[in-house]
Structure formats: structure tokens, C-alpha cells
């Protein structure tokens, strides 16, 4: 069975912290992803990874990075947090046929 | 650029009618289709993907999708509805790049 885990459901941080959002795999792929959900926004592409140390910008990548050191794991950083990033965040992977797969998300507040 | 549209933020529907929720898109060539599900406070779940072939897709608990090239759209439809089926569904399209892109999703709502 496929798997996406993500290292926390709920966190609560406050503006200017330093935040690390982390996405583990199982599945060997090569792709891996970061999006945020926002009522009515749909799904966001914040920054794509298609092999170790790769990494492109998505939709909204301003005020992330990202890190992709091994294959099977995938991180979120924000760098100085702000309210704004109050969000959903979802990662997800794939591999050659295409379909990805979600982790449980990870609920930020910025306070 | 890839975008895709979903009309209706919410669709209700009593249990063991059809229902239907809406996905038009809009991509140049011939795209990548895909319906995902989500729960309450849970990650998105695959449904279903179109990539070529037969236009009418099945997937996973009983939905199936319709691919429509003259009218882009890819409708997700099935025949029964379940009050179990209550959930946020989410159509997305893949063109060019190895990332989706989402319609802001609609929520469906089955009454007993």
C-alpha cells in the first residue's frame, strides 16, 4: 500500500519563527510535491521536486523553500513565518505512471 | 497555461439518486485528467485518472467520469449516491509539467 507520511497534523508557530514542514515516502518515486489548501482556492502548487536535490518553483513560492537531500523525503521551510501562511499544507508524490498521492496534510496557524 | 473550473461549490443530492459535479478545463492539446476525494480533515484520496483512451473512466467506490473533448469537460458521475459519499471532491489537470493543477473543489452533500 502507498504511503505519504508528513511529520505533524496540527502546528501552532509564531510570525518570524523558522518552520520545517517534512514529507516522507515509501514508494521510491520521483516526484514529490508541496501544496497549500485554502477555502475556495482549490490547491496550490508552492514547489516540485523530480529528483534529489531538484526542485522547481510552483504557483506561489514566495516566503518558501525547500529541500530534497534524500529520495523518500521532502521539506517545507518557511523561512520567517507570517500569518498569511496560515494554511493547509499537502504533500504529495508520484512516480512514472503519473498519479499522485497525498499525505494527511499538515494544519498550520501563524499566530 | 493549464487551468481548470469547477462551477458549483456545492452539490446536494438525496441518497440513491445520480449525482454529478462539474469539471471543465481548459489546456492546450491533450491533457491529463485526474478526480481526487477528500475526507474531513484527512489528505486527498485517487479516484480516478483519464489519460487516453475510452472517454468513460471508472475508479474506486462506484464513480466513473466522462471525458468530453469538444466541450472539455470531465464530468465525475455516479449512479447511486451514498450519504457516505459526502466529501470534498476535487478535479485536476496535468499538461507539461509533473504537478496538477486544482479546481477550487466542490463539496458534496448527500441527504438520507
Not at chain 1, 515516502?25 to 534529489?52: A, C, K, T
Amino acid at each position: 500500500d502507498v504511503k505519504v507520511t508528513q511529520s505533524s497534523r496540527y502546528l501552532v508557530k509564531r510570525t518570524g519563527e523558522k518552520v520545517f514542514l517534512e514529507c516522507v515516502q515509501d514508494m521510491d518515486h520521483e516526484n514529490m510535491f508541496w501544496y497549500r489548501q485554502d477555502p475556495g482556492l482549490g490547491l496550490r502548487l508552492i514547489y516540485f521536486s523530480y529528483d534529489v536535490k531538484m526542485k522547481e518553483k510552483g504557483d506561489i513560492p514566495e516566503g518558501y523553500s525547500v529541500s530534497r537531500e534524500k529520495k523518500e523525503r521532502f521539506s517545507l521551510i518557511l523561512e520567517s513565518a507570517s500569518t498569511n501562511q496560515t494554511s493547509m499544507y499537502l504533500c504529495a508524490s508520484s512516480g512514472v505512471k503519473e498519479t499522485q498521492y497525498f499525505g494527511p496534510g499538515t494544519r498550520l496557524l501563524v499566530l | 497555461a493549464q487551468s481548470v473550473a469547477q462551477p458549483e461549490d456545492q452539490v446536494n443530492v438525496a441518497e440513491g439518486n445520480p449525482l454529478t459535479v462539474k469539471c471543465t478545463y481548459s489546456v492546450s492539446g491533450n491533457p491529463y485528467l485526474f478526480w481526487y476525494v477528500q475526507y474531513p480533515n484527512r489528505g486527498l484520496q485517487f479516484l480516478l485518472k483519464y489519460i487516453t483512451g475510452d472517454n468513460l473512466v471508472k475508479g474506486s467506490y462506484g464513480f466513473e467520469a466522462e471525458f468530453n473533448k469538444s466541450q472539455t469537460s470531465f464530468h465525475l458521475k455516479k449512479p447511486s449516491a451514498l450519504v457516505s459519499d459526502s466529501a470534498l471532491y476535487f478535479c485536476a489537470v496535468r499538461k507539461g509539467r509533473r504537478a496538477l493543477t486544482f479546481g477550487s473543489g466542490t463539496r458534496l452533500q448527500v441527504q438520507p
